[in-house]
């Protein structure tokens, strides 16, 4: 048993676990665990930080009470979070920036400060492409194959390849190093 959990949920005198203080630990779990990757998430698909928070956690709420039916959490939660964040984004608005991501706490500040750099640009860049691109390579970032991708967005396994395909390419072309121009 993962000693995070142990500890936040310790064996009653009788070591007996009711079924509640097992529901209640996994949904702390959860939400402690994989609200923050889904607001990443939503985030590398275009959502400002307080979008990305809101839908994460309208998704958890609505994932968890359909729980017993769902077969593969972490990607159910995505999905549902993407769609609730589409449905209410209007079309015609353009996206936001995003603020920059956390730094690292074991790097030096310089370091921190680059790593931070590097992450917004990268987030920026992920977010100038399009949907199907960003939603790919955002999904590839979070750790999912190529075929989880495939069943969480309804696509089919060529359209995720060149999705992937395109956006690795435009990701490349956007974030190689720029030739430095001379004053003289």
Known sequence: MDE??????PPTEDSEIDDEMVEQVSWEYLAEKELPNIAVYLLKIGATPE????????????????????????????????????????????????????????LSPAARVEARDEVARVMAAIRELPLSQA????????????SEIVAITGSTPAAVRTALHRGR???????????EKDDA
């Open 4 to 9: 995070d959990l142990f500890v936040a949920c």
């Open 51 to 106: 979008e990305a928070r809101d839908c994460a956690r309208i998704a958890l709420h609505q994932s968890w009470e359909k729980r017993d039916t769902i077969d593969n959490m972490r990607a159910y939660l995505r999905v549902t979070a993407k769609n609730i964040y589409l449905r209410s984004v209007p079309k015609q608005v353009p996206l936001e920036e995003c603020d920059d991501p956390p730094a690292p706490e074991h």
């Open 169 to 179: 390419a435009a990701l490349k072309k956007r974030l190689a190093p720029q030739p």
């Open 135 to 146: 939603e790919a390579v955002a999904l590839t970032l979070d750790g999912f194959t190529t």
